[in-house]
């Protein structure tokens, strides 16, 4: 009975974690925070409208400003004038955005708005609940009133108004506040619902005007009282980890910290991993258990209480061997481990919970479980969802891994790191500025990248500043960080004033901006970047009247706005892209600007700035969840490295300035991820996968700064061996201030990388960005999501110095952001766009949606490699459908292999995209391109086969698109099938004198 209620007030703690031979139930805890439901300062630039807004003048006029969202010269108020009978409004319902899949309801509210009125005459109800309960009217005579009591404050003024009604619904209470103080307390006597559902505004009665700016309807979890609003974050309190954890200790694989008692304490040696369990060192096993386990050198044992323990793992009480460990303590470096869960059950009589996925082991007195079957790395999940929901493993394991510093944590941080009153401060820094101008006397090679870098900072100076427009309906175009960084940094290193006043002059113009745009919220991350780093490294050379002006638009137009939605006021601004709980690129720019603001500014505004950095390095965790297991990124190579390029910002920052990424640089897979982007670099070309352009690099400028955040100098390596062997590569200042005296880059031996969960695979005979000799990559994995196309199985072939098959990549974003078309009805996001078949060919895109497509089987050896996929839930009109890639004659040759079942006649194409010559002859395709051509051989079985050229183009059953890429450049080659039962399609490529095509089962694959 005692087992039973000590279950039952365990569960009662962590209400969704089950024990013993229970699983975890997947419930979300996503719902935690305010939620913005209303936001008339920004817009949702798609539909150019607002969110959760209907309106109608009835013959009145009614002026959306606003909506003329990318004049910068816009009023952003919303103007309603009444002249005829009709009743003039706008209404707000209370919904969530879908994507936040969230139904929590919320008992308190919080309406606020700047009012007035020119001209007095007709009555307004301008707060009214769900249609029918108005709180607060503006009458005939020009004053304010509510439930009959005039306010005594008249709003026909040329001067603004500000109103808050705070709504208590369980109580049924709503306080009016008038510019910040209370004016009356009200019972809303007819309300009989306990939901708010809408706020409407109406002009009622009567003519005249009237305006309302920053008008906002925001849920709240605690009641607004005596004028002050607590905000609740929208990462909750961890409450249920720490509950859960009270009586518990917990290490992870990866992090820097155990938790014990649901405190954290730092180690003092990184966990070991070896023979698939976690060693800790003795003194760390020693805090965590608090037990005194002494090494005895002569005898090569450990003392620990009355026993003794051999490295043989034999267990001796009062002399005598009691017990065989199956693993005992290792010695490396010195330094005593012991196997955490060996120990902690057999010699400490615990009980252990370990994920082998996340890494997390959990040490309790009783029985403890936290397995979950269905969970998956973040790499296999759907990410299309905007809101990315952790489940109970999520939560537990990050709260074991990061530390999540509090605000007194960070102001000590930024003392002993020195960081306190001084500028600059992120990234570049007195010391830093000292060293490079060291390098540029006494290390030749720096020296000729900053003689570049130079050459660009001088060009800067004649290119004009960056102005407040568009690309498209979403993008901003032009605004970056990087202008700002050459001038300013080159003011640093030459002290040349023409620097500093070009800087001051692009600062000046972005800090101009109405705003930056926060509906599409890396741009408002971008600008927070710009605006901090410009602000940091200038600050020597600006004027006390230039701070404060740079000052004021960085923290109230720049960083409040981004800020507000680490307390969920920012969902109805814009489209669903503002959110800061993304898994996605997005969220890295969004933190990594919110990072650089609060460090510029924090000296100004200590306890907001803090606050903003503990928050934002939490929200990072959500970016820092795509690297696991190996370092892939679902979003192509492009957008790896568009997020490397600011995550890269972000972890250098918050190192240079509180000499700690807080664990967020230990994240699984991150240490891995150089590898992994190296795997898609190919000769001739990366393997542009998704939304990525083709093109042929050798690094890219994240390199440097995921070297440093990593503590790996691969990258590094890589990217200045890359600049210097070309001198027509752009030097970058993140090169600069990156940059490390590097020998030659040590790339991996291996010729065969398979990528685990980002499903890629790869093979190639050597590294050399010059060579001759075969890449080969492909990807299966998640058939769709963020920036990902209907491509699973797609690849890309190079050889004799040339690619022959093509990705063609990413689609121009107008055609979905301007001209409104779907991912899955362009023609480059569609299954035909690719290396890949098409069943049945239709409107539909080709392939499923939301499937993940593991790797069955691959092997390699010294001349041959092999990868196999089970594609059947991609393809509707199938029974199955097998492939697989065979790389063979000495790493020369590809040969692709489908083994499809159908019980119907089926119509079945392949599609090779290429920019080469095609001449079909013989039965098969020559490829000619620069003079060297290979052979495409074909052989299919129970199917009638036709092999033609097309033109990249969409079949006639596809969504046609004018205004796509009309794919020029390309053909592709076409085999079409015909059959039914099962069949089977075997396309071998390869240089033209070998001959022989491998047309074995796939089931038989195995390399020599």
């Given at each position: 009975m005692k087992r039973v209620l000590a279950l039952i007030l365990i569960i009662s703690f962590f209400p969704n974690i089950c024990f013993a031979q229970n699983l975890w139930q997947n419930k979300f805890s996503n719902d935690y925070g305010d939620y913005l439901y209303f936001d008339s300062s920004e817009v949702n630039n798609l539909k150019r409208t607002y969110n959760n807004f209907t309106c109608s003048d009835n013959d009145n006029y009614i002026e959306l400003s606003r909506l003329d969202y990318q004049n910068k010269d816009r009023t952003d108020y919303i103007y309603m004038e009444k002249s005829t009978d009709g009743e003039c409004w706008i209404n707000i319902d209370i919904n969530k955005n879908y994507r936040a899949r969230s139904s929590k309801k919320y008992d308190y509210f919080l309406l606020e708005a700047d009012i007035k009125s020119e001209v007095k005459g007709a009555k307004t109800f301008i707060f009214m609940l769900n249609g029918t309960t108005p709180v607060l009217q503006l009458h005939t005579d020009g004053y304010l009133y509510s439930k009959g009591t005039k306010l005594n404050k008249s709003i026909v003024s040329t001067e603004w108004t500000n109103v808050k009604a705070a709504v208590d619904i369980p109580n049924k209470l709503v306080d009016i506040y008038i510019n910040g103080a209370l004016a009356i307390s009200i019972t809303l006597v007819t309300f009989k619902t306990d939901e708010l559902t809408s706020v409407k505004t109406n002009m009622v009665q009567g003519n005249g005007n009237f305006y309302i700016d920053n008008y906002r309807i925001t849920g709240l979890d605690f009641k607004y009282q005596n004028g002050t609003e607590q905000k609740s974050s929208i990462f909750g309190d961890y409450l249920n980890e720490k509950k859960f954890l009270n009586d518990k200790t917990a290490f992870s694989r990866y992090g820097n910290y155990f938790v014990r008692g649901n405190e954290h304490f730092p180690l003092s040696e990184k966990v070991l991993f070896e023979n698939g369990a976690i060693y800790a060192s003795a003194d760390d096993f020693k805090r965590a258990f608090d037990a005194n386990a002494v090494y005895d050198k002569t005898t090569d044992t450990v003392l620990l209480g009355n026993l003794k323990i051999g490295a043989d793992?034999?267990?001796?009480?009062?002399?005598?061997?009691?017990?065989?460990?199956?693993?005992?303590?290792?010695?490396?470096?010195?330094?005593?481990?012991?196997?955490?869960d060996v120990f902690c059950i057999e010699v400490l009589g615990k009980k252990t919970a370990y994920d082998e996925k996340t890494g997390l082991i959990v040490i309790a007195d009783s029985d403890v479980s936290i397995s979950n079957d269905n969970w998956d790395y973040f790499s296999m999940r759907d990410s299309s969802a905007r809101i990315t929901q952790f489940n109970n493993l999520d939560l537990l394991n990050n709260f074991v891994m990061y530390e999540r510093p509090t605000v007194q944590k960070l102001y000590d941080d930024a003392i002993n790191s020195g960081s306190l009153n001084v500028h600059p401060r992120i990234i570049l820094n007195a010391q830093k500025i000292d060293e490079m101008k060291e390098n540029i006397q006494t290390d030749a090679e720096f020296k000729k990248l900053y003689d570049r870098f130079m050459q660009k900072a001088e060009a800067k100076l004649k290119e004009n500043v960056t102005e407040y427009e568009f690309s498209d309906n979403i993008r901003m175009a032009k605004l970056s960080a990087v202008n700002i960084m050459y001038l300013a940094l080159a003011w640093n290193l030459t002290g040349d004033e023409r620097y500093l006043e070009k800087g001051w002059l692009?600062?000046?113009?972005?800090?101009?901006?109405?705003?930056?745009?926060?509906?599409?919220?890396?741009?408002?991350?971008?600008?927070?970047?710009l605006l901090a780093i410009g602000y940091d490294w200038l600050y020597n050379g600006l004027s006390e009247q230039r701070r404060e002006f740079i000052e004021n638009a960085l923290f109230n137009k720049a960083l409040k706005p981004l800020a507000d939605g680490y307390y969920g006021r920012i969902f109805a601004r814009g489209d669903d892209w503002s959110t800061l709980k993304w898994a996605s690129n997005m969220n890295a720019v969004a933190n990594t600007g919110a990072i650089c603001a609060s460090a510029a500014l924090f000296d100004k505004y200590p306890d907001y700035c803090l606050d903003v950095i503990s928050k934002a390095v939490q929200s990072l965790e959500y970016t820092m969840v795509m690297y696991a297991p190996d370092g892939a990124w679902n979003e192509g190579l492009?957008?790896?490295?568009?997020?490397?390029?600011?995550?890269?910002?972000?972890?250098?920052?918050l190192k240079s300035v509180f000499s700690s990424t807080y664990g967020l640089e230990n994240a699984q897979g991150f240490d891995k991820t150089q590898y992994a982007v190296m795997a898609l670099i190919g000769p001739c070309g990366i393997n542009n996968f998704g939304d990525a352009e083709f093109e042929k690099v050798s690094s890219y400028i994240s390199f440097g700064l995921i070297s440093q955040c990593t503590g790996n100098d691969f990258l590094g390596a890589v990217r200045v061996n890359s600049l210097l062997s070309n001198e027509n590569e752009t030097v970058l200042p993140v090169d600069i201030l990156s940059y490390k005296k590097h020998s030659d880059a040590s790339y991996p031996n291996e010729k065969v990388t398979k990528i685990s969960c980002g499903e890629i695979f790869t093979a190639r005979k050597d590294y050399d960005i010059n060579s001759q000799n075969l890449y080969f990559s492909t990807h299966f994995g998640t058939s769709s999501g963020y920036h990902q196309h209907n491509d699973t199985g797609t690849f890309v072939y190079d050889i004799l110095g040339e690619r022959w098959a093509e990705d063609l990549g990413w689609e121009d974003y107008k055609v979905q952001n301007t001209y409104g078309y779907s991912a899955s009805d362009i023609y480059r996001m569609r299954a035909e766009g690719h290396n890949v078949l098409v069943i049945n060919p239709s409107s539909e895109p080709g392939q499923k949606a939301k499937r993940f497509v593991p790797i069955k089987n691959y092997g390699s050896s010294e001349n041959e490699a092999f990868v196999t996929a089970d594609l059947s839930e991609l393809y509707e009109n199938s029974q199955s459908v097998k492939m697989g890639y065979f790389i063979g004659d000495n790493m020369q040759s590809v040969t692709a292999r489908y083994e499809i079942e159908c019980s119907e006649n089926t119509e079945i194409y392949w599609f090779m995209h290429t920019k080469a010559d095609i001449n079909i002859e013989n039965g098969g395709a020559y490829l000619t391109k620069n003079g060297k051509k290979i052979y495409l051989r074909f052989e299919c079985e129970n199917a009638s086969a036709e092999i033609s050229k097309m033109k990249a183009e969409p079949l006639p059953t596809s969504p046609q698109i004018d205004v796509q890429n009309k794919n020029t450049e390309y053909s592709k080659v076409a085999v079409k099938l015909m059959g039914k039962g099962k069949m089977t399609l075997t396309v071998k490529l390869s240089p033209i004198e070998i001959t022989n095509i491998k047309n074995d089962s796939l089931d038989n694959w195995k390399t020599e």
């Open positions: 793992g034999k267990v001796y009480q009062n002399g005598k061997v009691t017990k065989t460990l199956e693993k005992s303590f290792v010695i490396r470096e010195n330094k005593v481990y012991f196997p955490v692009e600062l000046k113009s972005v800090a101009e901006f109405p705003d930056y745009n926060l509906a599409s919220i890396i741009f408002s991350g971008i600008a927070n970047e492009w957008y790896w490295h568009y997020c490397a390029t600011f995550l890269g910002v972000g972890l250098c920052a």
